[in-house]
């Protein structure tokens, strides 16, 4: 079974810092591999997604990569504001299911 | 605009009673999932469905039930046998299985009074 996990659980950093989080996950055949934000009390909001047959994808200050080979996916923020400030979570696709299988989240602060 | 709706976005529930969360999507899209998070915990899934008239249960699927009579509506009862209801519940959709983006709904909390 697909294991995802998400380290650090939280973290507290000063605007402006580049920051890096960090997703691991036990089985590599998979199909895609997605990070979501959520605020506090919200539903997902999708920020990237990265198909197994790439190795990184790009949008605004974010980049994720992904490397299939070593079960692992960063998310990049470059130059980190305030309004960053939530929960990020990456879910992965499994090959052989479409389900989607999530793990715990990093709770990120960003403080003025 | 296309997108997920879920309703209420608050419900309370006495002991013993069941409720009935909605999710309704107007996206065109065959795979829709009911998801419970709990502080720390992570998203667990409890159903899922691939077509219309066909669901799967999930990973803590004992207490909820669910229909899919419409390709567009998926709700979630939760039943009198979940003894620990209180949770914030998402609904997602996606296209079809593989690869694609996952579409969530912006979510209904259950408090049990």
């Known amino acids: 079974k697909q294991e995802v996990t998400q380290i650090p659980a939280a973290l507290s950093v000063p605007e402006g810092e580049n920051l890096v989080l960090n997703c691991s996950f036990t089985?590599?055949?998979?199909?895609?591999l997605q990070w979501f934000r959520q605020d506090p009390g919200k539903g997902l909001t999708s920020l990237l997604l990265i198909q197994s047959s790439q190795r990184e994808q790009t949008s605004g200050r974010l980049n994720a990569s992904l490397d299939k080979s070593s079960g692992r996916s960063t998310l990049y923020i470059a130059a980190s504001q305030p309004g960053d400030s939530a929960t990020y979570l990456c879910?992965?696709?499994?090959?052989?299911?479409?389900?989607?299988?999530f793990g715990r989240g990093t709770s990120l602060i960003v403080h003025p | 605009d296309g997108g997920i709706t879920q309703s209420p976005k608050y419900l309370f529930r006495k002991e013993g009673q069941n409720v009935t969360l909605s999710c309704e999507q107007n996206?065109?899209?065959?795979?829709m999932y009911w998801y419970r998070q709990d502080p720390g915990q992570g998203l667990r899934l409890i159903y899922y469905s691939q077509i219309v008239n066909d669901f799967q249960k999930g990973d803590i699927a004992e207490g909820y039930s669910v229909s899919r009579e419409k390709k567009e509506s998926f709700p979630l009862t939760v039943t009198s046998a979940q003894k620990n209801p209180t949770a914030f519940y998402l609904c997602?959709?996606?296209?079809?299985?593989?690869?694609?983006?996952?579409?969530f709904g912006q979510g209904t909390r259950l408090t049990v009074v």
């Open positions: 089985d590599s055949a998979i199909y895609n």
């Open positions: 997602a959709s996606s296209i079809d299985r593989g690869r694609d983006t996952a579409f």
């Open positions: 996206l065109n899209h065959d795979a």
């Open positions: 879910a992965v696709r499994p090959g052989g299911s479409y389900i989607p299988t």
